[in-house]
């Protein structure tokens, strides 16, 4: 078997990619490895959300170029580098011109292709093959490798693009228009993953909840559907979701959170700014009461549903009391955890070429008073759990002895110690004893 080494950046679809791209691997002789070092093939999957992500792929390919340097002259072997992803995507020929080694250069929509340009690259001549298309025919059409071993835990990715052209983001140029997988190849690839051990399955999507796509039937399936179906079978004991949008959180996907016992007590719903103003210059359609309003009629179906958010701080033209709307919102909201980011010019952006930027000190100061109520939320809602008894997914083992690590409902991650062997992907009872920012420790319950 040669060696294959992916690193993955950004968000959890490039990690879902990764898998498909390992999976697809395979029967090429590829087998993953963890360390790139005597790597025959190092795929980096790349993000281009924020300048910070691509400043690392290009240090990371600086790092890469002296290992494999170092490869050849000590064994004369070529290792192939590919850089995937979103900023391949985005900046695929300049990857080119200013890493004219790195062999291939494959984007989101196209990696279904590697097989073909692995096979291009010749080890003495220099290459540069490069597939930065959306392909008529999508990649989920390609893909239909055997699945890899997976954790009890798994992705599947069932929603790609977006057509919302929110002005900061670059999702819609580097992973193309609003895509829907089709049913049935969701459906299929959820049994081989269950028929792997995976009892957790969490859909994937930049839009997850615009999900839909027609039956046999002609009716017309959404996110709610579709989770319905999904807990029908019967290995699959944990159903979660993400990202979603405002204006996508449609009757049926409610119902499901009281409905549904599989589907996992937990929204991650961005809303980005709590200010309408801010809203409305990101384009983002929907305004802070309509927000509220879904969030609402989520609790009055699921009281217990736990909130995540994200925002975007410092965004052009933000003045203090926009700011201070968010904080407002935040306080309104009581979220579990959510994320915050200061806003990051993205070339070809409607938002980049605003001349309303806010000074880098200014959003500094801003998310630092935003995160630091984003965390004492988060904590709060951590200590909530304190004495109670919940049900998680043990998905590994910790770094302590006899520690492993267990996933809540409420996606708390949940340490406790047992000298049980064997338990990983078993579901089990955990008395919460002790709450941290990040995490939970526990006993277990024997019943
Ligand atoms: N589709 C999701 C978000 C996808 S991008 C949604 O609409 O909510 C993930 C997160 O990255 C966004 O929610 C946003 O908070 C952040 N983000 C996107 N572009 C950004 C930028 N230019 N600067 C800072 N954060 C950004
Ligand atoms: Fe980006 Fe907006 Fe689409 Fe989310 S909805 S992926 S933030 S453009
Ligand atoms: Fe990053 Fe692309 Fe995901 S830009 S956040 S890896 S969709």
Known sequence: MKKLFIKTHGCQMNFYDSEKMADLLKPHGYQVDDSPEDADLIVINTCHIRE????KTYSELGRIRDQVNLRREKTGKKSIVAVAGCVAQAQGKEIMKRSPWVDIV?????????????????????????????????KFDHLKSLV???GPSAF???QEGCDKFCSFCVVPYTRGAEYSRPIKSILDEANELIDKGVKEITLLGQNVNAWNAEWKDNKVW???RLIT????????????YTTSHPLDMDLELIEAHRDVSKLMPYLHLPIQSGSDGILRSMNRKHNVKEYINVIEKVRNYNPKIAISGDFIIGFPGETDKDNQATIDLIKEIQYSQAYSFKYSIRP???????????????KNSRLQEVQSILRDQQLEFNKNSINS???????????????????????????????????????????????????????????
């Open 52 to 55: 910070k992500a691509v400043e």
């Open 106 to 138: 494959v984007g989101p929509q196209s990696y279904q292709n590697l097989p073909e340009l692995i096979a291009k690259v010749d080890p003495l001549t220099k290459n540069n093959h490069i597939n930065i298309e959306f392909p008529t025919i999508p």
């Open 148 to 150: 890899n071993k997976r």
């Open 156 to 158: 599947l990715t069932i």
């Open 222 to 224: 959404g996110l709610g």
């Open 229 to 240: 179906e999904l807990a029908k079978i019967k290995e699959l004991e944990f159903i979660r």
């Open 348 to 362: 070809g952006t409607p938002a980049a070429i605003s001349l309303n930027q806010v000074n880098e000190s200014v």
């Open 389 to 447: 008894s919940l049900k998680i997914l043990v998905l590994r083992n910790g770094k302590k002895p006899n520690q492993y690590l267990g996933r809540s409902q409420y996606n708390q991650s949940v340490y406790f110690s047992s000298e049980e062997k064997n338990i990983i992907g078993s579901t089990i009872n955990i008395n919460v004893t002790e709450a941290f920012q990040n995490s939970l420790t526990g006993n277990i319950v024997h019943i």
